[in-house]
């Protein structure tokens, strides 16, 4: 069974809102909303099979598909800039990611999982295969 999401990646209909704490006891929190295309966000999809060394970046949509076709099976990668967008050291004490739904097919069922990735990517060059040119994904 095949699940699919996709948004528009350029007009950019989600956003990241960060409660950031100071790094120095009892300081105050502050909010920093995360939302804008190329700058605080990239993205990519990466699909598997046929298509595990395309890279989908220049698509007007990000998809996300469950599928026991392997060649079918697409995730979505997310990148927010927190290095550029809040001093080093910052500790965040909460985050909540918000999508929105453009199209899907008709299951009305959908689970969508979010995993962090733990090692840097690209999004102009990330593949199912590699994270970036020359450099494959650890796991």
């Known amino acids: 069974m095949s699940t699919q999401a996709?948004?528009?990646?350029?007009?950019a209909t989600f956003g990241v809102l960060v409660i950031a704490g100071s790094v120095v006891r009892g300081a105050a929190q502050t909010t920093l909303l995360l939302n804008a295309p190329g700058m605080h966000v990239t993205d990519t999809t990466i699909q598997g099979g046929t298509k595990a060394n395309s890279n989908f970046n220049t698509?007007?949509?990000?998809?996300?598909s469950?599928?026991?076709?392997?060649?079918?099976v697409r995730h979505a990668l997310l990148r927010f800039d927190t290095e550029n967008t809040m001093p080093a050291g910052t500790r965040i004490v909460s985050?909540?990611?918000?999508?929105?739904?453009?199209s899907a097919g008709?299951?009305?069922?959908?689970?969508?999982?979010l995993f962090p990735i733990t090692t840097s990517f690209v999004h102009?060059?990330?593949?199912?295969n590699m994270r970036r040119a020359g450099y494959a994904w650890i796991t």
């Open 59 to 64: 698509s007007d949509g990000l998809g996300t």
């Open 124 to 128: 102009g060059e990330a593949t199912w």
């Open 95 to 102: 985050a909540t990611l918000t999508l929105t739904l453009k």
């Open 106 to 113: 008709s299951d009305a069922t959908r689970t969508l999982g």
């Open 66 to 72: 469950a599928n026991t076709d392997y060649s079918e």
């Open 6 to 11: 996709f948004r528009a990646v350029r007009t």
